[in-house]
């Protein structure tokens, strides 16, 4: 019974320590499950590899190939026939008169229609745009995906990083907060400032959630464009955040790329150059197809074997395609106004990324890469003199706060010199 309450009453003041520790090892949990380590090299050909989405893109560029093959295949002849059935009572009479000739009619004819105007050579121009559409559209998914891949590898490192910080923050604060007890309990210091170091605790871990379920949708969508199933596995970036990246080619020259690279609006040029060939398309269909029809027909003639020529085609008199005709002549000046501010939005979204990369690759000079590394020596030394009682509570959790909020801006600093690359990157599609 003794030992019982003596338990009962350490667990009391120990469960606030214990807290600490148990959320100061995220990390560890992660290693206990099935661990990915990838490169972003990597990454992206597990990707290439096995994204469903990517898979089904391919299918519709291999559909609308096949139909380029379809728009160059002719069309079927047409046969019409006509046999006599019966006649005066007298059914299926077909055999040999007795002078010779034959008995009974029929009628056969082929037909094969012939396209004028070049039609089917424009049919086969509008199927190749269509497939190198799909190509485009094929080329913009991989573009997008890629890029939410590169995101999420980026927002991954930042936040393994933070959580790193964090733990040795924790790790500091559970023997804080047990020194200060082993000192509460001896009457040494107040109860506020224990109280203080404690919520200082709480709130680290508390941080600590809500980084750990940030943590957990950029793992569902990695390892969604993975196609990872398994929940037990827990994708891990090979290498750490990264503060250095250099300042690509000039401003111009990147405009200039895009304008050739560029998916999205070369997908805009496409639609355009689609809607010329269907006016055309659409201009030449005012002319009539000839349908030619070969035909035989025994006993229905003034000759009993008959071999004539047939030929037909619809005369122009009603329809002369014109509002098809208008309705292309709009879609091209519709499709041409859509592909100029496909152009310009381009080329401003190249500008503002450009601009926003040399901002922070700016605010990513030596002189703030060395100021952050004394910042953590004079951190580890702060530590030290709090305990050696050099330094009182309040000045130690001041620069404690400011510590952690200047490793949060490093890291977010380093996080948006990454994601300002690829923006400028995939925008630029290079």
């Given at each position: 019974m003794f030992y019982k309450n003596a338990l009962q009453k350490q667990a009391k003041w120990l469960l606030p320590l214990l807290m600490p520790i148990a959320f100061c090892?995220?990390?560890?949990?992660?290693?206990?499950?099935?661990?990915?380590?990838?490169?972003?090299?990597?990454?992206?050909?597990?990707?290439?590899?096995?994204?469903?989405?990517l898979l089904a893109q391919h299918y519709n560029v291999d559909a609308q190939k096949a139909l380029v093959e379809q728009a160059k295949v002719w069309q079927n002849p047409t046969l019409n026939t006509?046999?006599?059935?019966?006649?005066?009572?007298?059914?299926?009479?077909?055999?040999?008169?007795?002078?010779?000739?034959?008995?009974?009619?029929?009628?056969?004819?082929?037909?094969?229609?012939?396209l004028t105007a070049k039609k089917r050579g424009k049919l086969i121009d509008l199927a190749n745009t269509n497939a190198r559409l799909s190509e485009l559209q094929l080329q913009d998914v991989l573009r997008n995906l890629r890029y939410q891949l590169h995101q999420d590898y980026y927002n991954i490192q930042q936040q393994l990083a933070l959580l790193g910080i964090y733990n040795g923050q924790a790790v500091q604060l559970s023997k804080l907060v047990a020194g200060m007890?082993?000192?509460?309990?001896?009457?040494?210091?107040?109860?506020?400032?224990?109280?203080?170091?404690?919520?200082?605790?709480?709130?680290?871990?508390?941080?600590?959630?809500?980084l750990q379920k940030s943590l957990a949708d950029n793992q569902a969508d990695l390892k969604t464009l993975l196609q990872i199933k398994d929940a037990n596995q827990f994708v891990k970036p090979a290498e750490s955040l990264s503060g250095d990246v250099a300042m690509p080619d000039n401003l111009e020259s990147l405009i200039?790329?895009?304008?050739?690279?560029?998916?999205?609006?070369?997908?805009?040029?496409?639609?355009?150059?689609?809607?010329?060939?269907?006016?055309?398309?659409?201009?030449?269909?005012?002319?009539?197809?000839?349908?030619?029809?070969?035909?035989?027909?025994?006993?229905?003639?003034?000759?009993?074997?008959?071999?004539?020529?047939?030929v037909s085609l619809p005369l122009p008199v009603f329809n002369k395609n014109k509002g098809n005709i208008k309705s292309a002549e709009a879609n091209i000046k519709q499709q041409q106004a859509i592909t100029q501010n496909a152009e310009t939005e381009l080329r401003n979204n190249i500008n503002n990324a450009y601009k926003k990369l040399a901002l922070s690759i700016e605010l990513n000079n030596s002189t703030q890469k060395d100021f952050y590394s004394s910042y953590t020596a004079i951190y580890n030394n702060m530590i030290d003199s709090y305990k050696q009682r050099q330094i009182n509570l309040l000045e130690f959790l001041d620069f404690f706060n400011d510590y952690t909020d200047s490793q949060k801006k490093l890291l977010g600093q380093q996080l948006n010199l990454q994601l300002a690359?690829?923006?400028?990157?995939?925008?630029v599609n290079r």
């Open positions: 090892h995220p990390v560890a949990a992660q290693q206990k499950q099935d661990t990915l380590t990838l490169n972003l090299q990597q990454a992206e050909k597990v990707f290439i590899d096995s994204n469903f989405l006509d046999f006599m059935v019966g006649a005066d009572g007298k059914y299926f009479q077909y055999h040999k008169n007795p002078d010779g000739s034959y008995n009974g009619q029929y009628y056969i004819q082929v037909q094969q229609l012939i007890k082993a000192q509460l309990d001896a009457g040494n210091i107040a109860r506020k400032d224990y109280v203080r170091v404690q919520a200082l605790s709480i709130g680290l871990q508390q941080d600590m959630v809500e200039n790329t895009a304008l050739q690279t560029n998916p999205s609006y070369l997908l805009q040029q496409s639609q355009t150059k689609y809607q010329q060939q269907n006016l055309v398309y659409q201009k030449a269909l005012k002319t009539p197809d000839i349908t030619l029809g070969p035909n035989f027909d025994r006993n229905s003639n003034f000759a009993p074997n008959y071999v004539g020529l047939g690359k690829e923006e400028l990157q995939y925008h």
